[in-house]
Each structure stands twice: as C-alpha cells, then as structure tokens.
C-alpha cells in the first residue's frame, strides 16, 4: 500500500495521464478515483490542482482523437467494434446514433456523462464526417467539463479522501487488495450486466439468405428497419423494409412472420423489438443475423440512398 500511495504522490500527473487514457481509450480502468485522489492531495499539500485539471483535459482529449480518427477512416465498422468492446449494454449503435443524430457534435460535450453514449460518440462524430475543428471545439469543452467534476470532487472532499488513504495505509498489504479487488469488482459486474443483458435477449435469428429465399418465393415477412433515418440514408436497406424506432410506431397489425435489422453488435436493438412485438401479439418475430451489413456482405439486392436498387458490391 505504501508503494502505491507513494505512486500517486510522488507521479500524481502521471498516474492521471495514464487512467484517463485508458479510461476514454476504451479500457475499463476507472479514471476519477485516481483525480480525485491526486487533487484531494494536492489541496492538502497546499499545491494548485490546475495542473491535475489540464493533464486530465489533455489525455481526454487525445484518447477522444485517436477514436475520431479511426471513425473517419473506418466508418461504421469502427462504431460497431467500440460497441463491442465497451462493456455498457446501453451503448448499442441505434441509441447512440439516435443522440447523436438529435443533437450533433454538441452532444460531445457532456457525452461523457451519458451511460454507453461517451464511449461510441467520439468514433461516431468521425464517421459522420464532423470537421476536426468542431470535434475539437466540442470536445474539448466535454473533457473540461468532465475533468473539473472530479478534480471538484477531491478539492470538496479532501478530508474524506486523506481519512481513507490513512485507514488503507494503516491495512498495509490488505489495503492494496482492497483497491485491486474493487477495481476488479467493477469490471466483472459490467461484464456479467452485459451478459445478462443478452442472454434475455437470445432468440432464433434468420439469416440473410433465409430471408432473401423468402423474398424470392413470394412469401416475404413484415421486415423492420430499426436504424436512425440518417443510417438509412447513408448506407442503404432492404427493399420492402418498414421504418420504424418504437413497437408503437409500427402502425401495421400483427403478422404471422416478422424479421427486424439493425446495426448493433449481437442486433441488440433489434432483439429489443422483437422481444417487445411478440408481447403484442405478434407470431413469429427474428432478428436478421448480422442486420443490414451482414445482408449487404452476402451480395443481396438493396434499395440505395441515391434513390434506386443497387446491388452490393
């Protein structure tokens, strides 16, 4: 525990630079206790906590960058992978597109406050094709406002936090294992909520060819489009398709076979519907596996955004 102690005193701005770059780049390592803890220390120490304040600023913003970055290279593919690697089940691709879609790059500025939104928006800004500067602009002000919190936090409880690092430093040992079994305690618990969270989603799912073999023998289902309208326009859908965003706002009765798509990992969204439309009294209701992408990548016919069918390339 002394070591540990001796760390945050000692490279208390490095300590910092590091959590929040892992934090914001992805990594599930909690970022504010160590800015709490290092302004709480600075305050006792009779030190200015500007510095805390800017480096934690500085590393936000550069983890923020680097997913912008990758957004603007890779596109939807990259907002689908930090979907998959977040551990919220809350950062599904339609909920964040639909904020992001409402409120565009100002939303950047308290993104980082939005459970499962912080960790898709900076990869999403750059996939819409947001300029470097309004990011910048945007986000910069998100990651001031979200660092000044924290370091707000160890200023106010400064007490508080030198109390438990003397009880922790009094464990010796056990109080380092403490601090790692927290730590270790809040990643499993995201980990088994999000496992929880699709297990009460599992259910049989069609595939693009089962469905394109429907479409072809003249028996097509009712198929739903759960994307945001900017997601349509930008990629494509399947002919036929019916747009909704709610259960409420299919505006047709209940049919005997039903597939619905999206573009979230595991069609989290999708699943969501289907789960709330068999409640309704509809039959038969499938996710398409792999939604739009995964039909568009088996070659299948598609309406296009320029306003006729295109095939896949």
């Not at 960058?65 to 990758?70: G, K, P, Y």
């Not at 939104?117 to 910048?136: D, H, I, K, N, Q």
């Not at 088994?192 to 060819?209: D, E, G, H, K, Y």
């Not at 759960?226 to 409420?248: C, H, K, L, Y």
């Amino acid at each position: 525990m002394d070591t540990l102690l001796h760390l945050v005193t000692e490279y208390g701005l490095v300590v910092v630079f590091l959590s929040v770059l892992l934090d914001q780049g992805g990594i599930p390592v909690p970022a504010y206790p160590p800015i709490i803890v290092t302004s709480a220390l600075a305050v006792d120490a009779g030190d200015s906590v500007l510095a805390i304040l800017v480096v934690a600023t500085l590393a936000a913003v550069i983890a923020d960058s680097l997913w912008f970055s990758a957004g603007r290279r890779i596109g939807a593919r990259m907002v689908r992978l930090m979907c998959r690697l977040s551990l919220s089940p809350d950062s599904c691709v339609r909920t964040t597109r639909g904020i992001y879609a409402r409120w565009g790059p100002a939303s950047l500025t308290v993104a980082k406050f939005v459970p499962g939104f912080a960790a898709v928006a900076t990869t999403l800004a750059g996939e819409t094709g947001t300029s470097v500067r309004r990011f910048v602009l945007y986000d910069g002000i998100g990651a001031l406002f979200w660092s000044a919190v924290a370091v707000a936090l160890g200023v106010v409880f400064h007490g508080a936090v030198e109390s438990l690092l003397n009880r922790l430093d009094e464990l010796g040992r056990y109080g380092l294992m403490l601090v790692v079994a927290g730590l270790a305690a809040f990643v499993a618990w995201k980990w088994l909520n999000r496992q929880r969270v699709l297990r009460q989603l599992r259910m049989a799912r069609i595939s693009p060819m089962e469905l394109y073999d429907l479409m072809e023998k003249g028996a097509a289902p009712l198929i739903l489009d759960v994307r945001t309208e900017q997601q349509r326009a930008s990629t494509g859908w399947i002919p036929g398709a019916v747009f909704v965003s709610t259960p409420d706002a299919t505006g047709v009765a209940p049919h005997d076979e039903v597939v619905i798509y999206c573009d979230c990992p595991n069609e989290v969204s999708a699943a969501v519907l289907a789960r709330e439309l068999k409640k309704q009294g509809f039959k038969r209701v499938r996710p398409l596996a792999g939604g739009f992408e995964a039909w568009r990548a088996s070659g299948h016919r598609y309406d296009g955004p320029a306003g006729g069918a295109e095939a896949a390339a």
